[in-house]
């Protein structure tokens, strides 16, 4: 092996090295995962000053906000940094768990609203939608007079994720949190702010004061988008069934009341018949026999005198009266109702079906009937279901087989391009590193007759006289030495190493 092969090798056994190594090192680094994101400065420091300490490797994201550790250490940093308390979420009870003697009762009210405050922070922390939380009671004393006493109330503060909203379950769920966690505190008195000022939630103590007008609008929309949804999602899985993928469309309107209704109705029915319930009876009976006169008669004083002796009587055989009263009252029927309607009833359905051409009027008109059956048309209402054949177009479905097949192309890409780079540099240097094996690799049988040959060839050039031209410049006689010098240095090998040369001989003629 000369010089320029040596270094040759060399060379490329150093390439051969420094990529394995490389390749080594990069597929034994270590996976990184996010421990914490979205940390103040402070923050930060205290959770990067305690992660040395532990000895745990670590990785500073998105301008410092963001830490990494490796995925394997991830669930022990966590576990010894809440031991830390670390990042801090606000104190809570712990504030008790040392023992501060001396301390007067306004002190420790002051400690267990500031635990209360602090409790409440971490737990509505946890919602995915919320960075951080501030929490502010107000706990009234309690008064000798119950007329005396004010209720508690809440602000709560909340610094939301960017591009995160909180729906109005969620708000509500907040407040009802918030309350549950406070003695005597009402839901409706929970105020509840983002971090941009606007109001989630009032407090004012009215009912639906989780809900400012811009948001119950945006709510009705959403309801109403929802109705709609699943009644399309029911009718079109259903026609998809018998019809085949994308061999139907249906769209849904429905119309709404959002109103709230509620209201007393009391109605009174009279007594028919004699039946019903006594309330009261009273009755009457009178009745006279005598030879006198009865009573009664035209009403005033001429009906009123007395008959003295004398007087002739009136012929009469005999007297009789009789008087016979009954008053009955009954408990009037009376009907008390209360009714109230939940908002969100539909008033109105309009539903529109367009299928392939392909069916018949019939099948058509069948499918009419399964729809109205499917999302309860009711024609006191005015429902409408219109049902529809008309040819559908297919390039959709040939853009979309062609958007497949590019994305398992890009996959595939993806793929080749991650893997086959690293299987093409170790073929690389295989294929360098064969070769220069073979080229060094000193040749161990060697044939008799290429030995013979080369005897033969010795023999005859001996007898041969060297062509000399007349006259060579300098450049050709330094040339001309070097050559000598070499075929007498080949000569030598042969003579010294018959078998190394024709086993070179064999390699040259083999790759030629």
Known sequence: MNQGQRLLFILISTALVAGIVTLLMYSSQPDYVVLFRDLGPGESGEVVDKLEEMGIPYRISAGGTQIEVPQSALHRARMQLAQEGLPPQGQGFEVFDQNNFGLTSFL??????????????????QMKEIKSARVHLVLPK????????????????????????????????????????????DPTRVAIVDQAGNILASGSGEEGSFLSLPQLTATQLEVKKEVEESLTQRVQSMLESALGYQKAVVRVSADL???????????????????????????????????????????????????????????????????????TNYEVNRFLERYASAPGEIKRLSVAV??????????????????????????????????????????????????????????????????????????????????????VTAPEEVTAEVYEELEEREGFEEKLQPVRP?????????????QKHMENEIRRLVQDNPEDAARLIRNWLAEE
């Open 257 to 327: 009341d959002f109103e709230r209704r509620e209201g007393e109705k009391e109605s009174f029915q009279p007594v028919t018949g004699g039946e019903g319930v006594v309330r009261s009876l009273q009755e009457m009976e009178e009745e006279y026999q005598g030879g006198g006169q009865a009573p009664g008669g035209v009403p005033g004083v001429a009906s009123n005198i007395p008959i003295y002796a004398g007087e002739p009587e009136s012929e009469s055989e005999s007297s009789s009266y009789s008087k016979r009263e009954s008053t």
């Open 470 to 482: 007349a006259e060579l410049s300098p450049e050709e006689k330094a040339k001309l030495e070097v």
């Open 108 to 125: 420790q009210e002051v400690n267990y609203q500031r635990a209360l405050q602090g409790e409440l922070e971490r737990t509505i922390s």
């Open 142 to 185: 309690e008064e000798l007079f119950l007329e005396e006493e004010k209720p508690p109330t809440a602000s709560v503060v909340l610094e939301l994720r960017s591009g995160s909203r909180l729906s109005a379950s969620q708000i509500e769920a907040i407040a009802q949190l918030v309350a549950n966690g406070v003695e005597g505190l």
């Open 354 to 439: 367009l299928v392939d051409s392909s069916l018949s009027p019939a099948e058509v008109e069948k499918i009419e009937g399964v729809v109205r059956g499917a999302v309860g048309i009711n024609p006191e209402r005015g429902d409408m279901v219109i049902v529809e054949s008309l040819p559908f177009s297919q390039d959709f479905l040939a853009e979309e087989r062609e958007a497949l097949a590019a994305q398992r192309r890009m996959e595939l890409i993806t793929l080749l391009g991650k893997y086959g780079i690293l299987a093409l540099l170790v073929l690389v240097l295989y294929s360098l590193g064969r070769r220069i094996l073979t080229a």
